[in-house]
């Protein structure tokens, strides 16, 4: 039998037990707490650790775009290491959109050697435009964030493409995720960071690299804005120059000309330049900068000149456009400036007033790199105050004529009013009356009746003379198989080409009729050597229509030129009736001139003996035979002229 005190012995025992027990159970508890608090505490000093290195890579971004807002590849550096650093990557890529499915990368980050060579190898300054089944390729055509795995088993690299292989084989990429750059949901370009192992990136991580696109966008707009600014400073301060120079030199062309070219070539990255003025012929220079010493003393030697079939400065003058010419060493016959002074890219900019070509300015680079549209319209704009300051000088040097005409001729005012309107009437008279006559008549035969005020040149006369007549070999064939309009378009080329150079060497249009012209020298107005004038005209034709035949060529119209020239004596004079007058010269001269064109062969120009004797000396030719002329008894010994004969030492 138990006893009373062994009980009460075990219920302590067992109340200490139970006791116990839950002092233990709730230090386990609390131990539990402590751990649960201290990882939190952890994580949460990890997240606010995150989340100060990401500001702080935020702010030295931001501290990069404040401190050099125009120097953009120090901006896309600093968030290209950043971008790959807080990303856990191993490099990274900042590509620009070029537009048409060409991306160019800007900023590469700890790229390794071999795939960095290879991309550079295959396109020039980085330029790709890549496959569309690659990241960058669904980037462009979605506008949204690309992210894989493993490249490795991207269809891209499984179709073979060479970026995708380059990537993976020489670039050991594996996941990768593409981000990119938008302003107003236009694609400006894309951030892209790599690992070379199967880790896939966090939406955090994924979020910041958004979030760097963004700063990227911000620092190309800011970049843009500023140039535009720095762009527009420089043009008003360059403007304000030329003003001022304008003002402070008031009828002194020479140091405007100056001013509006070292402007010119500054602003638009020009290594040189040269400002034309141009007479109606010729050009000549009234302004350099920067002209390399060898052009320079080519220009200073050759003096007044016209300029070269093909030419940036001939393009002006056909057309009073802009001529922008890209490669000049690319051209069929490079300009002085390119083979003298390495010129590539070359614009030239017509002066014009009231239409009326009265100059150019032209830059050249010595690299082919084009100029800029903005660049362009900015020597537009210097061309007009070239124009603007050539007018003022004209109107101040009027103005100053006029005022020491007035000072010295104060008394006189009245009568040469009286004067002048006397003159204007006859003056108006004239004109009518050389409406009238140019109607029917060459304009030297119109300008030398007015000028004597008689019309006796007109009454037949002989005269010796120098008679030209050429045509195109072929033409009879090429109007019976073409279409009216074409024959007509072409004759009315033909004929401006050739109707030009006559007017320039002084010769009277004799007649015209279908391909065939002749010209006439020494009447009506005399000329010293009309056979050496005429052969000289001779060749211009021939190298202006040369150049019409390769083209006409090239629509598949087989042409040629052929010119005779004979002298001789002629009768001269008007023929036709009242309302309807031809100036015509009859005799022989004229009928030898069209037998030696007959017997032309394309490009040739036969001259007869008596020319012969006149130009011998100052061209080449060579003999081409005795010929029998139709209409003509006796047989005659014919030349072709060569070209200009070399000066003699």
């Known amino acids: 039998m138990k006893t009373r005190g062994s009980k009460t012995t075990k219920l302590k025992r067992r ?238 062309l020479g140091p405007v000309f100056q001013a509006i070219l070292e402007n010119a070539t500054r602003i638009c990255e020009a290594k040189f330049g040269t400002l034309f003025r141009f007479d109606g012929n010729t050009f000549r220079v009234a302004a350099g900068v920067g002209t390399p010493p060898e052009l320079a003393e080519f220009e200073r030697r050759r003096g007044p000149f016209r300029p070269e079939l093909g030419s940036s400065l001939e393009r002006t003058v056909g057309t009073k456009q802009v001529v922008h010419i890209a490669d000049d060493a690319a051209e069929t016959v490079p300009s002085p400036p390119t083979r003298l002074a390495g010129a590539r890219s070359i614009v030239a900019v017509p002066m014009l007033k009231d239409d009326v070509l009265i100059g150019a300015i032209a830059v050249f680079r010595q690299e082919v790199r084009p100029f800029t549209d903005k660049q362009i319209a900015l020597l537009i704009n210097f061309a007009a105050q070239a124009v603007i300051a050539i007018e003022s000088a004209e109107l101040l040097k009027q103005l100053r004529e006029r005022t020491d005409q007035l000072e010295a001729q104060s008394q006189e005012v009245i009568e040469l009013n009286q004067q002048l309107e006397q003159r204007v009437a006859d003056q108006v008279g004239e004109i009518e009356r050389m409406g009238r006559l140019r109607r029917f008549l060459p304009p030297q035969v119109a300008d030398l009746i007015v000028a004597s005020g008689t019309e006796k040149e007109l009454e037949s006369h002989r005269r010796e003379i120098t008679a030209l007549f050429c045509d195109l070999r072929g033409f009879t064939g090429f109007s019976e198989s073409s279409d009216p309009e074409d024959v007509m378009a072409l004759l009315r080329e033909y004929h401006a080409a050739i109707g030009k150079i006559i007017f320039t060497y002084g010769g009277t249009l004799e007649r015209f009729a279908g391909d065939g012209v002749m010209v006439i020298f020494n009447d009506p107005v005399p000329v010293d050597n009309p056979a050496l004038q005429a052969v000289k005209m001779a060749l211009d034709m021939r190298m202006a229509i040369s150049a019409l035949i390769e083209r006409w060529k090239e629509l598949g119209h087989e042409l040629g030129f052929g010119i005779g020239i004979a002298h001789g004596y002629a009768t001269l004079g008007t023929v036709g009736f009242e309302g309807r007058f031809d100036y015509a010269a009859i005799g022989t001269v004229s009928n030898v001139a069209s037998r030696l064109c007959d017997e032309a062969k394309p490009g040739q120009i036969l001259i007869g003996p008596r020319v012969l004797m006149a130009v011998k000396e100052a061209v080449t030719v060579e003999p081409v035979g005795e010929f029998t002329l139709k209409g003509i008894s006796r047989s005659m010994r014919v030349h072709n002229v060569l070209g200009v004969a070399p000066p003699k030492n």
């Not at 100060?52 to 290491?81: C, H, K, Y």
């Not at 990241?135 to 992210?147: C, E, M």
């Not at 995708?164 to 949901?185: Q, S, W």
């Open 15 to 252: 109340n200490e037990a139970t006791a116990a027990r839950r002092r233990g159970s709730s230090l386990i508890d609390l131990q539990e707490q402590l751990d649960q608090r201290t990882r939190e505490l952890t994580e949460a000093q990890k997240h606010l650790a995150e989340a100060l290195e990401q500001q702080t890579a935020t702010a030295e971004v931001l501290r990069v775009i404040s401190g050099s807002p125009s120097e953009l590849q120090r901006i896309f550096d600093a968030i290209l290491t950043n971008a790959t650093r807080l990303c856990e990557a191993n490099f990274g890529v900042l590509g620009l959109y070029e537009g048409d499915g060409v991306f160019r990368a800007v900023g590469r980050h700890n790229l390794p050697l071999l795939y960095a060579r290879r991309i550079a190898e295959r396109s020039k300054d980085w330029g790709f435009r890549p496959h569309p089944l690659t990241n960058i390729g669904r980037v462009a055509a979605t506008k949204q964030v690309v992210h894989t795995v493993n490249y490795a088993e991207h269809p891209a690299y499984r179709a073979g493409d060479p970026i995708a292989v380059d990537a993976v084989e020489l670039g050991g990429i594996r996941t990768m995720v593409t981000v990119p750059m938008l302003k107003e949901n236009t694609l400006i370009g894309a951030i892209i960071i790599f690992r070379q192992q199967v880790k896939p990136f966090t939406e955090k991580q994924i979020a910041l690299v958004q979030n760097f696109a963004d700063q990227a966008v911000i620092a190309i707009e800011n970049a843009r804005l500023l140039n535009e600014l720095r762009e527009s400073l420089q043009q008003q301060t360059a403007t304000a120059d030329v003003l001022k120079v304008i003002s402070s030199s008031p009828g002194e």
